[in-house]
């Protein structure tokens, strides 16, 4: 079947969960959020959801860091 992430078909075996994309895709679960067809969905409901040819996904991939900001006060050389 042919699903568009993140604007880019690729072609993927049928009967595939959205949870089982995720873990093919090589994405931790607890850094992503999943727009399915317009839809956000739910981690809890992964499982459930059952992908279909032409779906169309947003993945969007958390990524730590920091601000680059330190606690203390900001010091500029003269």
């Known amino acids: 079947m042919i ?3 993140n604007g880019e078909p690729r ?3 049928d009967s595939l ?3 089982a994309l995720i873990a093919q ?3 931790k679960a607890d850094r992503v ?3 399915l067809n317009l839809e956000i969905v739910q981690r ?3 499982e459930a959801t059952q992908l279909k040819n ?3 996904l947003e993945i969007v991939h958390f990524v730590g860091g ?3 900001r330190s606690d203390g006060p900001l010091r500029t050389e003269e």
């Open 11 to 13: 072609d993927f075996p």
């Open 54 to 56: 032409g779906d169309k």
């Open 66 to 68: 920091g601000s680059g």
């Open 3 to 5: 699903l568009t992430i």
């Open 25 to 27: 895709l090589g994405m």
């Open 17 to 19: 969960t959205l949870a």
């Open 44 to 46: 809890g409901n992964w």
């Open 33 to 35: 959020a999943v727009e």
